[in-house]
């Protein structure tokens, strides 16, 4: 949820997610600013958090939450070994800082979903042209037109509830017969699908 | 086989580019490859003569990740690297081949196959236009393939362009007991040593059930 500056301050992050507890997820939850000046002073609302924060040597936390319009995106940590408020600078610097995390948040996201579609669309041409192979595999082994061979091939995977695609991958690499794709269990003439 | 928007997206593309004419094909591997759109004949007859053969300007750009610049087809030097392909397309009114890969980031989504009737290279101009037009062209493909994908149809068209290459393909990887690597090659020699075509070739043994000798020739 935030970035660490120490090993130990990314421990009081990770520690609030396992516990479910702390300013961070409290902020990110609202979506307002946190302001812990003394975290001694909040045993009873953090229970669990605060010894674990103060074990490291924190004695202050601050959480600004990153946002994108009204959406919360997550929340940015501040951890100080003194007490005391933030100053107006510090605050503004973290809001700046806050900000620059959730474009990059928000880059990284598009990113990713970018790199889906690719994968996407690699597989969707390698899945039709897999099917297409596994066609002229079973047409040529059972002398079919491509329609029938198509409707073998469809109905061998759902009688053995597999993906038509996974069916014919198994084919075009040979990890399974043709043959045994043609036999209909039952109707040996059946060639609707 | 070409869709209205796809149709669109490439006319938009030409009437910016210095062109002749061009194509726009998507994959990067050497077998999973659909070309989506052609402006005329003769850039159909680029793309495709370079998936029958495997080799061309395109198959070279999408390789080395650049664009790959013919600047006169009749210069000997620059033809030497697709010798098959040279001969092929000298039919052909093309004096100059460019090539660009379809790049998002650092993946290749496909290429684009451009030709001019008349030899030398593009301006830097015409490069920088070329460049942003196919940015365009990258993102409005990669955006409609996101769409398409949950439709199961890529742009371009309905069903797909080399089906019936395929079809052959796994007919005779079955004929001639060999995997399916090794029954494309099959194919592609037998096309080439004919002087045909992939397809024209494809379709003969999808529908006549011609069959290849069993040891290549």
């Known amino acids: 949820m935030s970035w660490p500056p120490r090993p130990s301050a990314l421990g009081c992050s990770s ?18 600013p946190v302001n812990v000046p003394d975290l001694r002073h909040q045993m009873e609302r953090w229970p669990m958090f605060v010894p674990a924060a103060l074990e490291q040597g924190y004695t202050a936390v601050h ?28 605050l503004s610097l973290a809001r700046a800082l806050a900000d620059g995390a959730s474009i990059a948040i928000l880059y990284d996201q598009a990113a990713q979903r970018r790199d889906l579609v690719i994968e996407q669309l690699e597989g969707a041409l390698t899945s039709r042209v897999v099917i297409e192979q596994a066609k002229g595999m079973l047409a040529a082994t059972g002398d079919l037109s491509m329609d029938v061979a198509f409707a073998r091939l469809r109905g061998y995977a759902r009688r053995n509830q597999a993906h038509l695609t996974a069916v014919a991958r198994d084919l075009a690499e040979g990890t399974i017969d043709p043959q045994s794709v043609l036999e209909v269990p039952g109707k040996p003439h059946d060639s609707a699908g | 086989m070409v869709d209205a928007a796809t149709a669109a997206l490439g006319e938009a593309f030409l009437a910016q580019a210095p062109l002749t004419g061009a194509a726009f094909t ?45 600047n006169d087809v009749s210069a000997p030097d620059q033809m030497q ?14 004096r100059a081949l460019f090539a660009f890969p379809l790049h998002v980031g650092a993946a290749t989504i496909g290429v684009c196959d451009c030709y ?3 030899p030398g290279p593009p301006s830097r101009s015409d490069l920088r236009m070329l460049l942003l037009g196919l940015d365009r062209v990258t993102v409005t493909l990669l955006t409609r393939t996101a769409d398409a994908i949950r439709g199961d149809a890529l742009p371009g068209d309905t069903h797909l362009n080399r089906a019936v290459v395929h079809q052959a393909t796994g007919m005779l990887a079955v004929q001639l007991q060999v995997s399916i690597p090794v029954a494309f090659a099959r194919l592609r020699a037998h096309a080439y040593s004919r002087g045909e075509d992939l397809e024209r070739v494809s379709r003969g043994i999808v529908s006549n059930r011609q069959v290849l000798d069993p040891e290549p020739p």
């Not at chain 1, 520690?15 to 307002?32: K, V």
């Not at chain 2, 690297?81 to 009114?93: G, H, T, V």
């Open chain 1, 15 to 32: 520690f609030q997610l396992q516990s479910d507890q702390g300013p961070c997820l409290d902020c990110y939850r609202t979506g307002q």
């Open chain 1, 63 to 90: 959480a600004v939450p990153l946002r994108l319009r009204g959406e919360v995106l997550g929340a940015l940590n501040l951890f100080s070994t003194r007490t005391g408020a933030l100053s107006p600078s510090s």
């Open chain 2, 26 to 70: 998507m994959g990067a591997s050497d077998v999973a490859r659909e070309t989506v759109w052609a402006s005329d004949p003769v850039a159909r007859a680029i793309a495709e003569v370079q998936y029958s053969l495997g080799e061309g300007p395109a198959t070279t750009a999408v390789a080395a990740h650049r664009p790959v610049l013919v």
């Open chain 2, 81 to 94: 690297r697709w010798p098959i392909f040279a001969q092929q397309i000298s039919e052909l009114p093309v």
């Open chain 2, 116 to 118: 001019r009737s008349q």
